[in-house]
T-cell receptor, first 116, second 115 residues
Framework: AQSVTQLGSHVSVSEGALVLLRCNYS??????LFWYVQYPNQGLQLLLK??????LVKGINGFEAEFKKSETSFHLTKPSAHMSDAAEYFC??????????????FGQGTTLQVKP | KAGVTQTPRYLIKTRGQQVTLSCSPI?????VSWYQQTPGQGLQFLFE???????NKGNFPGRFSGRQFSNSRSEMNVSTLELGDSALYLC??????????????FGSGTRLTVV
């Protein structure tokens, strides 16, 4: 069964510093992986997704993530944090038991705090 | 184009009542999935509908049910509400032959409070 682990429920960085949010997955088949961001009282916004086309995936707002099969990781990075990046971030894997499924399995989320 | 629309945004219900939440997917999308988000359990999959058929179901009691109409709009119903059903309920829409390739767009959610 697929699963996702996000290391660190809270991450704090200074404005302008590197953002690194960690995600490890477990999947018996090549996975589809996603990063979503959630601002208070809002839904989930897709940052980027990995669909096996390229291991380095670029997303919106300057975020990117690298798929590393050997490490079963899909960490999210941004070179320079902005105050507006403060939010909760979720890593998710598609339940690939059936490739045409609408089920995502989410990690527990990481709250990113950006200090001025 | 319009995004995923969930109504209502906020809802307060009493224990034992039932509630119906609505989700209108992006025009042309045929898949609608529902998730429950709570501080303790995080984001959990409820069920997915595709062309009016439930294709996948999460590990929730039978009090949670849903349906999808011919225009792809979906509703979920929770009967005999319990305090633990208080949560943010999110729906996501998708399309294409391989849904994960296409991606999933989420609505803003319905915040249900059971008192």
């Amino acid at each position: 069964a697929q699963s996702v682990t996000q290391l660190g429920s809270h991450v704090s960085v200074s404005e302008g510093a590197l953002v690194l949010l960690r995600c490890n997955y477990s999947s018996s088949v090549p996975p589809y992986l996603f990063w979503y961001v959630q601002y208070p009282n809002q839904g989930l916004q897709l940052l980027l997704k990995y669909t096996s086309a390229a291991t380095l995936v670029k997303g919106i707002n300057g975020f990117e993530a690298e798929f590393k099969k050997s490490e079963t990781s899909f960490h999210l990075t941004k070179p320079s944090a902005h105050m507006s990046d403060a939010a909760e971030y979720f890593c998710a894997v598609s339940d690939s038991g059936s490739s045409n499924t609408g089920k995502l399995i989410f990690g527990q989320g990481t709250t990113l705090q950006v200090k001025p | 184009k319009a995004g995923v629309t969930q109504t209502p945004r906020y809802l307060i219900k009493t224990r034992g009542q039932q509630v119906t939440l609505s989700c209108s997917p992006i025009s042309g999308h045929r898949s609608v999935s529902w998730y429950q988000q709570t501080p303790g359990q995080g984001l959990q999959f409820l069920f997915e509908y595709f062309s009016e058929t439930q294709r996948n179901k999460g590990n929730f009691p039978g009090r949670f049910s849903g349906r999808q109409f011919s225009n792809s709009r979906s509703e979920m119903n929770v009967s005999t509400l319990e305090l633990g059903d208080s949560a943010l309920y999110l729906c996501a829409s998708s399309n294409g032959d391989v849904l994960p390739l296409y991606g999933y767009t989420f609505g803003s959610g319905t915040r249900l409070t059971v008192v």
